[in-house]
């Protein structure tokens, strides 16, 4: 047989002219914090409806930021979906604050809002919600909910940049927005992440907490009275970064397409639970990072790792999006245990992530459907 030709899960698509001017970068000697990063802020602010935007090095940064030009620190609390990457916890926890979880629609894994009301006390500071690709949250009734209780709002949008709300790009409205720009998002810098923010003090701000904390006293010394991080993008990032945003259009609408064919041809027995559908009015308004289903596990003989790994020895790789936050071990000391959140825990139990990714045709796709099938049809209980 010939060899089976590997289906990566994710990952960037990156032509000549951005190897070029990675070149044009390293020939140019200005290598950190230098005008690229500053014309890829300019791109990303004007992508973000003129608002301030500043580069880091990741989401994760950017998130620890936000906390931080939030004055969040230790006793004061941050309420966060429990379906979600380990940043959002990992951060709130390191600037000293409290996670207090909430549970997650089970199709849309969106945080369940009136659950964010009821885990409101007088010492909750923000509410972290993470948007899901092909579903965001609720933004109307968002900032409705943190406007009543004075709370921020640092919206966890790494999945999601370029889908749109009422017509308006994610980060164009809002309070504190944070894109990812890994290999595996929308577009990439390779590594890399921004923070919208509301005007130009916090920008200045952030420009302070992303390098060491220094400030400039008029004489041009130097001081600290913040411990800040050292966050700031190489220009080499930024020029990928740049390259990309230009070609981001493009890649939505391949996203986009290859989402509409997994719907049309993704069909297994027993089923499993695809993402939300858009509404064809709201076809363009998503930007589809991931396409997720959840396994009819209590119907099967197989295990998900017995799963994926039947697709990795078809040449087809899959990913994980997300374990509970809740129940790793660091959750497990803010109070997380079973049987707390039936949706975020089934999710983690099923949840396997397909191929889906801007180098992607629809033949992969059609390959990926075929064997998911497959497999399913060989683990159903009762097989003969």
């Known amino acids: 047989m010939p060899p089976v030709t590997p289906l990566k899960f994710a990952g960037p698509v990156l032509d000549e002219a951005t190897i070029a001017g990675v070149t044009e970068v390293l020939r140019s000697g200005q290598l950190s914090s230098g005008p690229w990063v500053q014309r890829f802020?300019?791109?990303?602010?004007?992508?973000?409806?003129?608002?301030?935007?500043?580069?880091?090095?990741?989401?994760?940064?950017?998130?620890?930021v936000a906390l931080q030009l939030c004055d969040i620190g230790p006793g004061d609390e941050v309420i966060v979906g429990a379906q979600s990457f380990f940043t959002v916890l990992n951060m709130i926890v390191?600037?000293?604050?409290?996670?207090?979880?909430?549970?997650?629609?089970?199709v849309t894994r969106n945080i369940d809002l009136a659950q964010v009301e009821a885990a409101i006390t007088p010492?909750?500071?923000?509410?972290?919600?993470?948007?899901?690709?092909?579903a965001l949250v609720d933004m109307d009734a968002l900032f409705a909910l943190a406007h009543r209780h004075r709370l921020r709002v640092i919206e966890d949008a790494a999945l999601v940049i370029g889908s749109r709300w009422r017509g308006k790009n994610l980060g164009a409205f809002g309070d504190l927005v944070a894109f990812s720009f890994h290999p595996n998002k929308n577009m990439t810098s390779i590594e890399g992440g921004a923070l919208v923010v509301n005007d130009a003090s916090e920008a200045r701000r952030v420009e302070v907490l992303r390098f060491h904390g220094i400030e400039y006293k008029p004489d041009r010394t130097r001081d600290v009275a913040f411990p800040g991080g050292k966050f700031n993008m190489p220009d080499v990032n930024a020029r990928i970064g740049h390259e990309q945003l230009a070609r981001l259009p493009e890649f939505l609408a391949k996203r986009r397409a290859l989402a509409d064919h997994y719907f049309a041809r993704f069909a297994t027995d027993p089923p499993c639970v695809l993402p939300?559908?858009?509404?064809?009015?709201?076809?363009d308004s998503y930007s589809w990072n991931?396409?997720?289903v959840l396994l009819p596990l209590d119907r099967l003989t197989i295990d998900r790792k017995q799963f994926r790994d039947a697709l990795e020895e078809r040449g087809i790789g899959t990913g994980m999006s997300y374990e509970a936050l809740h129940l790793c071990s660091l959750g497990r000391k803010y109070g997380g245990h079973e049987g707390q959140f039936p949706n975020t825990e089934r999710i983690a139990r099923e949840t396997v992530t397909l191929p889906l990714h801007a180098g992607m045709s629809n033949d992969d796709v059609e390959r990926v459907c075929s064997a998911a099938a497959e497999v399913i049809a060989l683990g159903r209980r009762n097989h003969r």
Do not use: N, Q, W
């Open 94 to 106: 390191k600037v000293g604050a409290r996670p207090v979880f909430v549970d997650c629609d089970l």
């Open 41 to 64: 802020e300019r791109d990303l602010s004007a992508f973000c409806g003129d608002r301030p935007t500043r580069v880091l090095t990741s989401a994760t940064a950017a998130i620890e």
């Open 123 to 134: 010492a909750t500071r923000a509410i972290v919600p993470t948007h899901y690709p092909g």
């Open 276 to 283: 939300p559908k858009p509404a064809a009015s709201d076809g």
């Open 290 to 292: 991931m396409f997720c």
